[in-house]
Each structure stands twice: as structure tokens, then as C-alpha cells.
């Protein structure tokens, strides 16, 4: 049924920049809020930026300022720019998508950021 296909983690060294894609189907993505979560080991999944069906995005303090998530209603596909990496920043990130106030998620794509 939902589909998320996450793509573009990799290393990076702190202050670098990486984007993520996510491919979405099986859904209505054009209606669906979407968003982008980490979660490191031993860590919680914590959502860090996500994206309503009008382009309103909202980001966790953690990010604000270096992330920027977009989306793009024809290619079913949201991005998550990050900019100014950081250490901390490593973990899975995950693609997602809300229906019905649940929130369902990928499969992830590392990101892991050298110091």
C-alpha cells in the first residue's frame, strides 16, 4: 500500500551539506502531510521537519535554520535539504507521511556526519 523510498544519505564532514529524496505512493500525497524523522541508536525517532498539503513546514529547534524540507506534488517526492552538518546530526532519516493523525514511515537512509 504506502510506499516511502528514501535516497540520498551517505558521509559528510561537519559543515557539509547533504539532500534527501523520498519517493511516496500508494496514497493521495498531494493531501497528505509529510515529513522527515531521525532516529540514532538507543535514541527515540524524532520528527524534524514536516510539510502540509499548503507548503507550511515546521522544523525541530535541533535543525531550524540549517534544514529545509520541500516537496514536490508532481513527482510525489519530498526533500530534505540539511546544510551546515553536524555530528549530532547522524542517524537514519526517515521519510513520512501522516493520514489520520498516524504517522507512517520508511525505511531510512543513513546519514552519518565526520567530525
Known amino acids: 500500500q504506502v510506499q516511502l523510498v528514501e535516497s540520498g544519505g551517505g558521509l559528510v564532514q561537519t559543515g557539509g551539506s547533504l539532500t534527501l529524496s523520498c519517493e511516496a505512493s500508494?496514497?493521495?500525497?498531494?493531501?497528505?502531510?509529510m515529513g522527515w524523522a531521525r532516529q540514532a541508536p538507543g535514541n527515540q525517532r524524532e520528527v524534524v521537519a514536516h510539510?502540509?498539503?499548503?507548503?507550511?513546514?515546521n522544523y525541530a529547534d535541533s535543525v531550524k535554520g540549517r534544514f529545509t524540507i520541500s516537496r514536490d506534488n508532481a513527482k510525489n517526492t519530498v526533500y530534505l535539504q540539511m546544510n551546515s552538518l553536524k555530528p549530532e546530526d547522524t542517524a537514519v532519516y526517515y521519510c513520512?507521511?501522516?493520514?489520520?493523525?498516524?504517522?507512517?514511515w520508511g525505511q531510512g537512509t543513513q546519514v552519518t556526519v565526520s567530525s
Open positions: 513520512g507521511t501522516v493520514n489520520e493523525y498516524l504517522w507512517t
Open positions: 500508494g496514497f493521495s500525497f498531494s493531501d497528505n502531510t
Open positions: 510539510i502540509g498539503s499548503g507548503d507550511n513546514a
